[in-house]
């Protein structure tokens, strides 16, 4: 079980320029969850999706910011334009079951727009 | 609004010596989750309690949850340098929901000194 993959680790982007960010869930697991942190703010929930199907986006902060689940084995996070204050580690995670099993966290992509 | 919050913030300690952190929280929930973070790495899930449970054990780590007081503790005996992260609850709501209702505290940062 290789675990929840994301990438790329590290990303340093100017302003106003497209970012998409990628997400590999655990093989069999049926949810996925973006998550962002900052000091600021800590863990903020930003959509999550159930059988690949968006269930709740309005943690996503604006319009600038939109995510995919293609299908079952990967999902994207995209921000377009990018700005400063989007700087922040992203997470991706998946769990089994939607209701109770506990999510499985990827390593994070450090974002940086400056 | 925060749900669960953690104390202290910060903890250091010597290794062998007991770490006990806090999590008190506002609304009924179903269920309470304790997640550790590595510094540079994602979320790790450590244990979940039921509404329903007092307490719970995994190893070295043991976890209390008083519902009358809205409140959690989780205790990790004889630390280790390597227990050195931050800890975070996560307090799932009573009225059921997906782990997507899940509302993570900002943490509690520990630190074991060999």
């Known amino acids: 079980d290789a675990g929840v993959i994301q990438s790329p680790r590290h990303e340093v982007t100017e302003m106003g320029q497209e970012v998409t960010l990628r997400c590999k869930p655990i093989?069999?697991?049926?949810?996925l969850f973006w998550y962002r942190q900052t000091m600021m703010r800590g863990l903020e929930l930003l959509i999550y999706?159930?059988?690949?199907?968006?269930?709740?986006d309005s943690g996503m902060p604006e319009d600038r910011f939109s995510a995919k689940m293609p299908n079952a084995s990967f999902s994207t996070l995209k921000i377009q334009p990018s700005e400063p204050r989007d700087s922040a580690v992203y997470f991706c995670?998946?769990?089994?079951?939607?209701?109770?099993?506990?999510?499985?966290f990827g390593n994070g992509t450090r974002l940086t727009v400056t | 609004s925060q749900q669960g919050e953690e104390d202290p913030q910060a903890l250091s300690i010597q290794e062998g010596e007991n770490a006990t952190m806090n999590c008190s929280y506002k609304?009924?929930?179903?269920?309470l989750q304790w997640y550790r973070q590595n510094s540079g790495r994602g979320l790790v899930h450590l244990i979940l309690i039921r509404s329903n449970e007092r307490e719970k054990h995994s190893g070295r780590l043991r976890v209390t949850l008083d519902t009358s007081k809205k409140s959690s503790s989780l205790l990790i005996t004889a630390s280790r340098a390597a227990d050195t992260a931050s800890y975070f609850c996560?307090?799932?709501?009573?009225?059921?929901?997906?782990?997507?209702?899940?509302?993570f505290g900002k943490g509690t940062k520990l630190s074991v000194k060999p």
């Open positions: 995670a998946s769990s089994f079951d939607f209701f109770r099993s506990p999510l499985h």
């Open positions: 093989s069999g697991h049926n949810s």
């Open positions: 609304t009924s929930i179903n269920n």
């Open positions: 996560a307090t799932a709501p009573y009225y059921g929901g997906s782990q997507g209702n899940l509302i």
């Open positions: 999706f159930n059988n690949n199907v968006p269930i709740d």
